[in-house]
């Protein structure tokens, strides 16, 4: 196998002996580790090391590779400009890998303007290596706003594309979770030592489909960094049994470090963590689309008919009657792998009925949420669907008469307007639901504006 090796490096700036100083002392273990790290490195003697890093040159629907012949980086911007870094990039590969990408119609490439300077993420890690070993090529890649599952996929594109005769490592840069203690720069919250946990013990066991598995409710509030880059790092490794080294864990800063290697042993065509998780997730929307009432139903059913043929669903026969002869304004939110894919509905309605409404905001979801690309007919099998039946909207005077449980809200400042569903995972403030419902708009955050508050009647499948 060309990719000798995967490594779990995190990458805080203050590890650097010229920007922490003392305070280094209280990551002794993650130094001692990356030094670990950085001594094997050099007994491999990669051509190539490949980093994917969360800081890198960021697209929603795109993976950038390093473009250019060669770039440069200095810790300048933390205090330590005399720390500076040159790599060469590995032209070769990395073209190979464009054009393959471009073959296969897959979004890795170098698109996307000039090469960006390198980033933390990306230096941290070389600070280690070069100290053992500087007799390599590079290639930066950075993650995507795709769901962890594209992630994998395009890890175990690049294990495919590798030349036999290559030798490279992969070093997946990223933190854990930002919020584990008060003192920290993020603060705390109960949902960041449950997302280190759910880390740590899928890096400790190499069992990668346990990174999938994490609630997106803990992913986000407990403000991870590092996920999509270990994701790839295990596709990078797609059925290999490892040898697995954990080296080492700690949050001296109220951010999660976890320093770990994986070398390949036997190939096992049975570890294809990729399939095991879609497997399961096919079971589990099988299973709930039995639960489905008839709102959700029709959801679904407008968006795969749209998908599959162009045309729009005419309204089914023999749905309940409030479907027929209410007019209320409709939201619809579709999720893939437990991720948002799109969310679309009115403020009031504009059509004859809930259903067609249903049927309208279903396909907007899909095809015409400007967030995310169009729905993909292979994709339906995988998304499911909440629908908001929305209750008309009531003026009100200050924020003290919302609940983010019970009302969403609607705010307005001349002609922008920006409304926000209650009850959403991660919103738990009024202020902050407030404060998404104006951005959503484009208004200022101390912009004053006009509430208005609504309930809904919200349809989903209760796992």
Known sequence: MSILAGYVVPHPPIIVNEIGKEDRKDATATIDAYKQVAKD??????????????????????????????????????????????????????????????????????LGGH????????????????????????????????????????????????????????????????????????????????????????????????????????????????????????????????????????APFGVGYAVSMYHPIDRDETLKYDERYQSKITESIQSNKAKEDPYIQLARQSLEHFTKHRQRLDVPDELPEEMINEQKSVFVTLFKHGQLRGCVGKTAPTLDNVAEEIIDSSISAGHHDHRFSPVKEEELPYLSYKVDVLFPPEPISTIDELDVKTYGVIVKHGYRSGLLLPNLDGIDTIEEQVRIAKQKAGIDPNERVDLERFKVVRHEVNE
């Open 115 to 250: 090469e960006m300077g390198l980033d933390h993420g990306v230096m941290v890690p070389l600070y280690f290596i070069n100290q053992s070993y500087q007799d390599y090529q590079l290639i930066r890649i950075s993650p995507s706003g795709f769901d962890l599952l594209e992630h994998y996929k395009i890890g175990k594109f690049i294990q495919g594309v590798i030349p036999e005769n290559k030798k490279v490592v992969w070093v997946a840069s990223g933190d854990l979770s930002h919020k584990l203690k008060e003192s920290g720069p993020y603060g705390f919250v109960e949902e960041g030592p449950e997302l280190d946990n759910h880390i740590v013990n899928a890096l400790k066991t190499s069992d990668f489909d346990q990174l999938f598995t994490i609630p997106s409710q803990i992913r986000q509030k407990g403000a991870e960094c590092g996920l999509s880059s270990f994701v790839m790092m295990a596709g990078v490794l797609d059925q290999y049994k490892v040898k697995t080294d954990f080296l080492s864990y700690e």
């Open 41 to 110: 490195i050099a007994k491999l003697k990669p051509d190539t090391i490949i980093v994917s890093s969360p800081h890198g040159k960021l697209y929603r629907d795109y993976f950038h590779l390093s473009s250019g012949l060669n770039a440069r980086g200095d810790f300048g911007q933390f205090g330590a400009k005399e720390v500076e870094f040159t790599v060469s990039y590995d032209t070769s590969l990395i073209k190979e890998l464009s054009d393959q990408a471009h073959h296969h119609n897959l979004p890795l490439g170098t």
